[in-house]
């Protein structure tokens, strides 16, 4: 089985131009999270969907943005790019919300110029 | 407070030695779970082991095993016989019932492995 596959997996963009990262999950798993990678503050929780619907949101500004297809494919869209959004973002997916283990993407580096 | 604490920023260990990595956490959940990855230097981040709050015995998975004490509230990752591939950063995350599928991940430990 084909495992978490995230798109592009290098991106290089300047101040103020906005970004979509592309994930698509395991086959069959219906939950896909996405997490922010940096030197200085660590992996944080971005947001989580389910069923196209977010469920969960984490401390991130309105800038940053998601959504999720009928197949359980997702996007996340980060608008006016600052050079603090530079990072590896990360796209985990699951079966369902319950208690399963999250399976990782190989992540997107981002770099904002 | 920080949920997921791993006070090891670096570790060294002898090729097929066993090494403990240490994680505490901190919940007032009574239904929570506790996983281990590994981020190798190319960003990918690998599910090793998981641990749900009710599990009475310690999981394990190959060369893998967490010692899980609840009431110190630790979860820390044994890995037995060391290999030069095991050289990669390991997190300790926690999901906490309430939470859905969001992990909470403690700040990572860097594994060398020597020859």
């Known amino acids: 089985k084909a495992g978490v596959t995230q798109t592009p997996r290098y991106l290089i963009k300047t101040r103020g131009q906005q970004v979509t990262l592309s994930c698509s999950p395991i086959?069959?798993?219906?939950?896909v999270s996405w997490y922010q990678q940096t030197p200085g503050q660590g992996l944080q929780f971005l947001f989580e969907?389910?069923?196209?619907?977010?469920?969960n949101k984490g401390n991130f500004p309105g800038r940053f943005s998601g959504r999720q297809f009928s197949n359980s494919r997702s996007e996340m869209n980060v608008s006016t790019l600052e050079l603090g959004d530079s990072a590896l973002y990360l796209c985990?997916?699951?079966?369902?919300?319950?208690?399963?283990?999250?399976?990782f993407g190989p992540g997107t580096r981002l770099l904002v110029l | 407070a920080q949920k997921i604490t791993q006070t090891q920023p670096g570790m060294f260990v002898q090729e097929k030695e066993a090494v403990t990595l240490d994680c505490t956490y901190d919940t007032s959940d009574q239904s929570y779970g506790l996983f281990w990855y590994k981020q190798p230097s190319s960003g990918e981040m690998i599910f090793l082991i998981y641990?749900?709050?009710?599990?009475?015995q310690n999981a394990t998975e190959g060369r893998y095993s967490l010692n899980f004490q609840k009431a110190r509230k630790s979860a820390n990752l044994v890995i037995s016989a060391s290999q030069l591939g095991d050289s990669a950063m390991y997190f300790c995350?926690?999901?906490?019932?309430?939470?859905?599928?969001?992990?909470?991940f403690g700040e990572g430990t860097q594994l060398t492995v020597n020859p």
């Open positions: 995350a926690m999901r906490e019932g309430r939470s859905g599928s969001r992990l909470t």
């Open positions: 086959s069959g798993h219906r939950s």
């Open positions: 641990q749900g709050s009710y599990d009475e």
């Open positions: 985990a997916s699951s079966l369902s919300l319950a208690q399963e283990t999250q399976y």
């Open positions: 969907y389910f069923s196209e619907t977010q469920r």
